[in-house]
């Protein structure tokens, strides 16, 4: 049985960056409570997966660890630096968020574009850009995709190509939203294969129960908002706990 409401508290290694949340609270303008004094600590190189039914609050809280939605009460800190209006760039800049569906990540006339347009927006030189996208598509092998529009592309390749849009942002901590969601089982191991190499921290939020035990060597698991069990990827596997939990 894993334990409920216990932190397990992290000594770091190596890297800066580590995320800290602390009693969060995020209410939306109706008043409903979508993150309740949820709080955990994630280490540096740690994957660690965020479970939850329907409506638990997994995306609410990738949002508002992104300064995306508001919080209304509580800390998040990227390695020491707090979360506030003055230091969200800073933060976005550490930490970068692949959103659920990568349509809401591609808007540009092709991927190269699209890559680039986080560096451009920092103010990035140009030749160091083209730099940092000619190392980011290779490194995903997806430089064939370059001068590609993102309505032409699969969803695999559309996958690839929003991480390239994070990754380009150099983050020392990456937030998934159900990453292998629209998968076909190609592009799943393909998507497996390279989060596996990336030496970021995760925070993946799935409902790919067999994904997460692949990813992840922890286990997050929400329930109306609360964080209801935080222990190791053994939760997967306890099936009274997940169906309590509507899982």
């Not at 230091?87 to 659920?100: D, K, S």
């Not at 908002?225 to 899982?247: H, P, Q, S, Y």
Request: hydrophobic share 45%; net charge negative; aromatic share 6%.
């Amino acid at each position: 049985m894993p334990t409920v409401g216990v932190i397990t508290l992290f000594i770091l290694t190596w890297g800066k960056c580590v995320l800290t949340v602390t009693d969060l609270t995020v209410e939306y303008t109706d008043g409903t409570r979508a993150i309740d004094a949820v709080r955990f600590s994630i280490a540096p190189g740690e994957n660690v997966a965020l479970i939850g039914a329907n409506g638990a609050g997994k995306t609410s809280l990738l949002l508002a660890l992104v300064g995306v939605l508001p919080t209304t009460s509580g800390e998040i800190r990227v390695s020491e630096t707090l979360l506030t209006r003055k230091t969200l760039r800073q933060i976005r800049a550490q930490m970068g968020l692949v959103f659920q569906n990568p349509d809401d990540q591609l808007f540009m006339p092709n991927i190269f574009e699209d890559i680039a347009f986080g560096p451009r927006s920092f103010g990035c030189e140009e030749a160091k850009i083209t730099e940092r996208v000619n190392a980011v598509l290779s490194r995903l092998s997806i430089e064939h995709l370059a001068q590609r529009s993102p309505l032409k592309l699969s969803a695999g390749e559309k996958r690839l190509a929003a991480i390239a849009t994070v990754l380009v942002m150099e983050p020392e901590f990456l937030l998934f939203d159900e990453p292998t969601a629209f998968l076909d089982p190609r592009a799943r191991r393909t998507l497996s294969a390279l989060l596996l190499d990336l030496p970021q921290s995760m925070l993946i939020a799935t409902h790919d129960l067999a994904f997460a035990e692949e990813m992840c060597s922890r286990v997050l698991l929400l329930q109306n908002g609360k964080l209801i069990a935080d222990d190791g990827k053994e939760l997967l596997r306890d099936t009274v706990v997940l169906e309590a939990a509507g899982l």
